[in-house]
């Protein structure tokens, strides 16, 4: 099925965005989280997704299911992250697992994937360590020393309470693990870069300014956060405010990524409150200054996912947010894909188009170019609606 996408505000994009709908399957129980990677060594992009007690890619170019291990972890499996770990030239997975959000005292476990000498084989789990309520992990070189170490981003502080909103007991730890030696029998040291921030949703990472390696930015309870190595320490600085509306109940934001305006400053995408009804997009103010906060959309329930990407290949990047939940059976207000065009260059505004309405409750999305046309697609994957839709860019075809 092909889309044209028209725009639905009063900035239009010079050129509307057109993708080929292509469903992919239908049998998850909650799909968790999805990549884009080529995890067999064919030079084809697959796509991964994490189940509740199943980890599977689907094969470029069939879609093909295959299983990577169902069953061997405890549930449920939340996140995952794709690398070498061990150095042999195939794609190994580290695995967030035991998945409790509101068990902030024991469980939260992380171990890796080994991939065998072939792909079908039965992959080898090793563990790594333990966090309460483990909920992201992403692979960053934060050194610049050309080797990656492994990130995790609880969701909630140790010993942390509903009763106080998740603000008490001990700040949330954003740790970085180094990959031993020996990462089968090795310990994976950690690290810790940030111990100051409450329910923290996600993270992503960004370049360093000035050197070499990877910082943060943080989507928690207190807003937008940079976390960032100076000299020999690493420190948490606030760069936006996010909904503090409600400091008794959701507050801050949820999902975060970072793009790329037309004129090439940085702008960063937001859900927020966390979990709540608000696209926001923060643009750079002056030194030493929260950056500029913007909502762009506030006609949906429970957002859940954000992606940068450049979708038709001129300068500056679309912004994809995921939605969870119908805010009603209106058209404009339902669960699904919808993409943001930045029709100024200098992210003030912004032109809503409706690529999915009702087809998807999206948990999390990713982007990247699957078919090898030079376009970036989309993937995402349903909670609810159970699925996974990969969008075929066909914009300019």
């Known amino acids: ?24 399957d239908r049998s998850l129980t909650v799909g968790y989280a999805t ?28 879609w093909k299911l295959h299983t990577i291990i169902q069953g061997q972890s405890k549930p449920d499996n939340v996140c995952f992250a794709i690398h070498d770990i061990d150095g042999d030239g195939k794609k190994d997975i580290a695995l967030g697992a035991d ?22 084989q039965p992959w080898k789990l090793f563990t790594i360590a333990e966090e309460p309520t483990v909920h992201r992990i992403r692979f960053a070189d934060i050194d610049g020393d050309g ?6 981003g609880p969701l909630m502080g140790k010993n942390s309470s509903r009763e106080s909103n998740w603000m008490d007991g001990n700040p949330v730890r954003l740790i970085a693990y180094s990959i031993p030696a020996n990462p089968e029998t090795g310990r994976w040291t950690p690290r810790v870069l940030s111990e100051s921030l409450h329910v923290m949703h996600n993270f992503f990472p960004i ?55 037309a004129d090439g400053r940085p702008y960063i995408a937001t859900i927020e409150p966390w979990h709540g009804n608000q696209v926001v997009v923060y643009t ?12 762009v959309d506030a006609k949906l329930k429970w957002g859940h996912g ?60 990713a ?18 609606t159970k699925n996974v839709k990969l969008y075929l860019n066909r914009t300019g075809k």
């Open 99 to 120: 998945w409790k959000p509101f068990n902030t005292k024991t469980g939260g476990t992380l171990q890796w994937l080994k991939q065998g000498q072939d792909i079908d």
């Open 207 to 261: 370049p360093r300014q000035g050197s070499k390696g990877m910082d943060f930015i943080t989507a928690t309870y207190e807003g937008v956060h940079r976390v960032a190595q100076k000299e020999d320490k690493w420190v948490t600085e606030k760069i936006g405010e996010g909904n503090q509306e409600n400091l008794k109940g959701n507050r801050g934001a949820s999902e975060i990524k970072q793009g790329t305006l």
């Open 35 to 62: 990549a884009l990677d080529d995890i067999n060594g064919d030079g084809k992009i697959d796509i991964l997704v994490v189940d509740s007690h199943r980890l599977i890619w689907f094969e470029n170019p069939t």
């Open 147 to 152: 080797k990656q170490e492994l990130i995790l």
């Open 367 to 384: 982007a990247a170019d699957v078919n090898g046309d030079g376009l970036i697609d989309i993937v995402a994957v349903g909670r609810a």
């Open 284 to 295: 750079p103010g002056a030194k030493g200054a929260l950056w500029t906060r913007q909502v």
């Open 1 to 24: 099925m092909f889309l044209t996408i028209v725009a639905v505000s009063l900035s239009l994009p010079t050129q509307p965005l057109s993708f080929q709908t292509v469903p992919i």
């Open 306 to 365: 954000v992606w940068c990407a450049d979708l038709d290949g001129k300068p500056g990047d679309e912004l994809i947010i995921g939605v969870r939940d119908d805010l009603s059976p209106m058209k404009g207000e339902r669960l699904g894909v919808r993409l943001y065009t930045n029709s100024d260059g200098m992210g003030k505004s912004w032109a809503r188009s409706d690529l999915d309405e009702g087809g998807v409750a999206v948990e999390d999305l």
